[in-house]
Nanobody, 129 residues
Framework: QVQLVDSGGGLVQAGGSLRLSCAAS????????MGWFRQAPGNERGFVVA????????YYGDSVKGRFTISRDNAKNTIYLQMNSLKPEDTAVYYC??????????????????????WGQGTQVTVSS
C-alpha cells in the first residue's frame, strides 16, 4: 500500500522560504513520478512541479519557475519542495502525489492531477503580505 506523508507547511511572510517534505513508502518508486499540486479556497487543484524518481527529470509550473526547486533523497524515500521568494498567491494546501509511469508515455500526463493515483494528506502554506 502506497503511503505519502506531507509535512513542512506553515505561515511565512512574503519573500520568505519554506521546505515541504513528502515521505513515500509501500513501493519501490523507480518507475514513478512524484508531483506537488496545490489548491487554494475556491480554486481547482493545480500543478506545481514534478520529478521522475529514477531519471530526476523535472517539470515546473510557470508560476513557480525560478523560485521553487524539487529534489529527491533516495535513501530516505523522500521528496522535497524548496520554496523561495514566496508570494501571497502561493497560499494553498500543498499535496504530494505519485503515479506509475508507463513506457512510451508523454510527459504531458505529469501535469494532470487526474492521472495521479496516490495522494498525501496535504499541508497548509500561508504567505502573508
Amino acid at each position: 500500500q502506497v503511503q505519502l506523508v506531507d509535512s513542512g507547511g506553515g505561515l511565512v511572510q512574503a519573500g520568505g522560504s519554506l521546505r515541504l517534505s513528502c515521505a513515500a513508502s509501500g513501493r519501490t518508486f523507480s518507475r514513478y513520478v512524484m508531483g506537488w499540486f496545490r489548491q487554494a479556497p475556491g480554486n481547482e487543484r493545480g500543478f506545481v512541479v514534478a520529478i521522475m524518481w529514477s531519471s530526476l527529470s523535472t517539470y515546473y509550473g510557470d508560476s513557480v519557475k525560478g523560485r521553487f526547486t524539487i529534489s529527491r533523497d533516495n535513501a530516505k524515500n523522500t521528496i522535497y519542495l524548496q520554496m523561495n521568494s514566496l508570494k501571497p498567491e502561493d497560499t494553498a494546501v500543498y499535496y504530494c502525489a505519485t503515479r506509475l509511469v508507463f513506457a512510451g508515455e508523454t510527459s504531458n500526463k505529469n501535469y494532470d492531477s487526474s492521472r495521479y493515483d496516490y495522494w498525501g494528506q496535504g499541508t497548509q502554506v500561508t504567505v502573508s503580505s
